[in-house]
């Protein structure tokens, strides 16, 4: 069946520019969630999407970041103003149970240069 | 806070050989440990995975070995084959958590 999907798989942007990145799950899977990594650093927990309970956004780094996820299933993470130290790679993954006990499916991520 | 730690960012094996890769972690409410692989240009993929309760799992090549006191795992695969080269991610969860914490990574690569 089809995996997690990103788009898009690449994106440069001007510094001070919005972004959107898309996400779509596995079908089925209930819990959604986005990391992001930098060069040289793990994978670092921005947001998690579980059914219709509120998300945990703990992880986003500044307001400049939101998410949604429409209908239980698309999320996208938006980014304002974006500066270049939010230059990194951003994967979202989906799964079947809240806990982490239950295996996370990676999409391919989106390489994100603000430039 | 770094809760998990990988501190070989790379190793180099020959094929045919042993590679061990190291991972410590410091939340002791951790519980359950995995370790995923990815490629280049692909999202990490789950490889394998230890819960608490046990000290080894295998699969295959692949054996995760836990020492909870001292809190450290670590990952062997044996042999190592050329199809193995990739960054080995080491990630940890609580129980009653769903966030993942991950390590930096190892990138492995295995020489022919």
């Known amino acids: 069946g089809a995996g997690v999907s990103q788009s898009p798989s690449n994106k440069v942007t001007e510094k001070g520019k919005d972004v959107e990145l898309r996400c779509d799950p596995i079908?089925?899977?209930?819990?959604l969630y986005w990391y992001r990594q930098s060069l040289g650093q793990g994978l670092e927990f921005l947001i998690y999407?579980?059914?219709?309970?509120?998300?945990?956004k703990s992880g986003l780094p500044s307001d400049r970041f939101s998410a949604e996820r429409t209908g239980g299933s698309v999320s996208t993470l938006t980014i304002q103003r974006t500066q270049q130290e939010d230059s990194a790679v951003y994967l979202c993954?989906?799964?079947?149970?809240?806990?982490?006990?239950?295996?996370?499916?990676f999409g391919p991520g989106t390489r994100l240069t603000v430039t | 806070d770094q809760q998990v730690k990988q501190n070989s960012p790379s190793l180099s094996v020959q094929e045919g050989r042993i590679s061990i890769l190291n991972c410590d972690y410091t939340?002791?409410?951790?519980?359950?440990f995995l370790w995923y692989k990815k490629y280049p240009a692909e999202g990490p993929t789950f490889l394998i995975s230890?819960?608490?309760?046990?000290d080894k799992n295998e699969d295959g090549r692949f054996t995760v070995f836990l020492n909870k006191s001292a809190k450290h795992l670590s990952l062997h695969i044996v042999p190592s084959q050329p199809g193995d080269s990739a960054v080995y991610f080491c990630?940890?969860?609580?129980?009653?958590?769903?966030?993942?914490?991950f390590g930096a990574g190892t990138t492995v690569t295995v020489r022919a």
């Open positions: 939340n002791s409410m951790f519980d359950y």
């Open positions: 999407f579980q059914g219709n309970s509120a998300p945990d």
């Open positions: 230890i819960s608490s309760i046990k």
């Open positions: 993954a989906s799964s079947l149970a809240v806990t982490g006990a239950y295996e996370q499916y």
């Open positions: 990630a940890a969860s609580g129980s009653n958590d769903y966030k993942l914490s």
């Open positions: 079908s089925g899977h209930t819990a």
